[in-house]
């Protein structure tokens, strides 16, 4: 039973047959409290400590907002235990791993809400916590040569992209999380999903995560190329992050979901749809393929690619956008929230 708005196979535990069921945080606290399914807040008892029965009693109307406002300083924090020693897994992460500390300072200003930045202390050996620093701005050049990390085939949902399940523990620790990229992603070259080829060393059947990271260890950007209707599904902004993180310079694909599209957009990447559905069919595993004349990156203007095949031969490609001149922005300077950032 949760009391979130996410209840399809496999969402909670990795497992497809657990059985997930929604409901409101009182009702999922009273059955959290009896053990068990049947149980009726209404008209069922609970055993306490020193073996009396007794029942819960139905909770008040709650105020939509504090009657006294919210608590402006640390009064609204409660310490958590933890000795700070970066515990490994199983090793009492479950407390130290999840402390965190945020010292906030009302302004002086009673008439505004600004505050001074807030120190978050995270422990350094966490995998749950990951201090997250602005991805680079765009260098002006053009990307070149970029290795196709994969060719996606069919549906591949946010949840190919980025698993959830057992992944979602580590969702506040970027890097971490990030192993899981592309597991479930069908590989239109070898048919296997969440493998490929690793074209600098040759090597087969590596974790697709891998591989991007030995290319971005060598400093070497990559592009994926995805099918109709790439990253449908869930909204999930991992899906986007994680390939901004590990060197992704570019998603081209047939078409996008649009939410997808906006989150890559967001992240400083690039995407763009083939003008011609069929030129899918023209990216091998092998290719290297060139992003040209992004200096002149403009809205209803096509992006002009050329994709270098092993063998020498050359092929043009022309890229759809959808981006607006806002967007485009976002592009050059790294990422949406780089513009705002003070």
Known sequence: MTSYNRNFPMRNDGQAATMNFIGSPEIVTALALAGRLSFN???????????QSFRLEPPGAAPDVPPQGFALDRSAYVATPGDGGGAGPGQGEAHVDATFDV??????????????????????????LQRMTPWPAWDGRDLVDLPILIKTLGKTTTDHISPAGPWLRFRGHLERFSDS??????????????????VLTGECGQAIADVAR??????LRWVVVGDHNYGEGSSREHAALSPRLLGGAAV?????????????KKQ?????????PEDYEQIREDDRLSL???GGL?????????????DGSTAGLRLRHSYTAAQIAWFTRGSALNIFQR
Do not use: W
């Open 181 to 198: 990229m592309f597991m479930g992603a069908l590989n239109a070259f070898t048919g296997e999903r969440g493998r490929g080829r690793n």
């Open 41 to 51: 807040p209404l008209t069922d008892t609970l055993t306490g400590a020193d073996g």
């Open 252 to 264: 081209i694909a047939r078409s996008f979901a649009r939410i997808h599209e906006s989150n890559l």
């Open 103 to 128: 010292r906030l300072t009302p302004a002086c200003d009673k008439g505004g809400v600004e505050h001074e930045a807030p120190d978050v202390v995270i422990d350094p050996g966490s995998e749950r």
């Open 292 to 294: 040209v004349g992004l």
């Open 298 to 310: 403009a809205a209803g203007v096509d992006v002009a690619a050329i994709l270098r095949h092993a």
């Open 268 to 276: 400083g990447l690039l995407a763009l749809t083939f003008r011609d």
């Open 214 to 219: 030995q290319y971005r260890t060598r400093g």
